[in-house]
C-alpha cells in the first residue's frame, strides 16, 4: 500500500478539480475498484475536466466518444476494413480502446450503440467479426448524461445501469470555489498542468491491494443485510442485486484502502451506499406520487441496518 501515491492523486484532483472533494475521491474508488462511473448532471459543471485531470494524473491514454443518435456500435467498438494490399481484413480501432473513456451524453445515443459498451465494460473486451480484442489496463468508463434534457434521450436500461459501480452528481460550486475558479482560469492554469503522480501500469498493482483488504464476516453480513433492506422496501420496484452487493463489497474496499487501513469498517460502507446503490434503485408509481427520494430511503435503510460487533 504507497500512501503517498494515494495521497499525492488526492491533492492533484483536489488541487485542479474546483469543486466537490467528496466527487473527485469518489471517482478514485471506482478506479482502484475496477468499476466505472455515471455522471448525471447539467452542462458546464466539470465532469469533462475531471475526467481529463485523472488520466492525466496516473498517465493514461484519455478517450472521448461524442454520443449522438447517429453514432453506430462500430465507432465504439470499431470494425474489419478491406486491405486491398494484402487482401485481408484488418481490424481498426474503435473509440473504446483507451484506458480512461469519457462516454459523453450516452443517453443521447440509440440503445444497440449504448449496448455495445457492455461487453467492454464488463469482460474488459469487445468483440468485432468474431474475433475478440483486449482492452488496455487500467480500463474505466466516465459516462455521463444531462438530466434536465429528455427531448431526443434513450434512458439506459436496468442492465446497463447496474454495470455502473456509481452514480456521481458534481454540482455547482460554491461561492469560495467558484471564485478560486475563476482565478485559476484567468492565471491560465489548466488541466495542462497536471503532474503525473503515477504510471498506468502502477494502477492494476493498487487494484490487487484492494482485492486483498480484508473483510470481516460482520462486516460482509452489514453489507448484506443493506441489500435485503432494499428488496424488503416496498417504495421500491425491486431491490438491489448480487452485483450490486458485490461492488458495494469493492467499493467498501477501495474506500479503506485510500484511508490508508488494510480492513474494512462499516463507515466505509455507509461512505459509498448511496452512491453505489442509488442508480440501481427504481421508486414505484405510488412512492413518486408521495413525492419521496431515493437517497433519503437509502439513508434510513442504512440506519436501520445492524452494526456488526466485531467491526
Do not use: W
Not at 248 to 266: E, H, M, S, T
Amino acid at each position: 500500500m504507497d500512501n503517498e501515491k494515494i495521497a499525492g492523486l488526492k491533492s492533484q484532483l483536489h488541487e485542479y478539480f474546483v469543486g466537490k472533494e467528496s466527487v473527485a475521491e469518489n471517482l478514485l474508488i471506482c478506479l482502484l475498484a475496477g468499476g466505472h462511473v455515471l455522471m448525471e448532471d447539467v452542462p458546464g459543471v466539470g465532469k469533462t475536466t475531471l475526467a481529463r485531470i485523472l488520466a492525466g494524473c496516473i498517465e493514461c491514454d484519455f478517450g472521448r466518444i461524442q454520443f449522438t443518435p447517429d453514432t453506430l456500435p462500430g465507432d465504439v467498438t470499431g470494425s474489419s476494413v478491406y486491405n486491398m494490399k494484402t487482401g485481408e481484413f484488418e481490424y481498426r480501432q474503435g473509440a473504446v480502446m483507451h484506458q480512461i473513456i469519457l462516454a459523453d451524453e450516452i443517453n443521447r445515443t440509440s440503445p444497440r450503440t449504448q449496448a455495445s459498451l457492455l461487453e467492454a465494460m464488463a469482460e474488459g473486451q469487445v468483440s468485432v467479426d468474431g474475433k475478440t480484442y483486449p482492452l488496455p489496463r487500467p480500463f474505466m468508463v466516465i459516462a455521463t448524461q444531462n438530466p434536465v434534457e429528455f427531448l431526443g434521450t434513450y434512458p439506459l436500461p436496468e442492465a446497463q445501469m447496474d454495470r455502473f459501480m456509481m452514480r456521481l452528481s458534481i454540482g455547482y460550486p460554491e461561492k469560495d470555489e467558484e471564485i478560486r475558479l475563476a482565478k485559476n482560469f484567468l492565471s491560465g492554469k489548466t488541466v495542462a498542468d497536471v503532474k503525473s503522480v503515477c504510471r498506468a501500469e502502477e494502477i492494476p498493482v493498487m487494484m490487487e491491494e484492494v482485492e486483498k483488504i480484508h473483510l470481516s464476516d460482520g462486516v460482509i453480513s452489514y453489507i448484506r443485510d443493506i441489500i435485503k433492506l432494499t428488496r424488503d422496501e416496498k417504495s421500491y420496484v425491486a431491490g438491489a442485486s448480487p452485483r450490486a452487493m458485490l461492488a458495494l463489497i469493492r467499493a467498501g474496499q477501495a474506500k479503506a484502502y485510500i484511508n490508508g487501513r488494510d480492513f474494512v469498517k462499516p463507515d466505509d460502507v455507509k461512505a459509498v451506499a448511496v452512491n453505489v446503490l442509488h442508480h440501481r434503485l427504481n421508486l414505484t408509481p405510488e412512492a413518486k406520487i408521495r413525492k419521496e427520494e431515493t437517497d433519503k430511503i437509502l439513508g434510513r435503510i442504512i440506519l436501520e441496518a445492524k452494526i456488526p460487533v466485531d467491526s
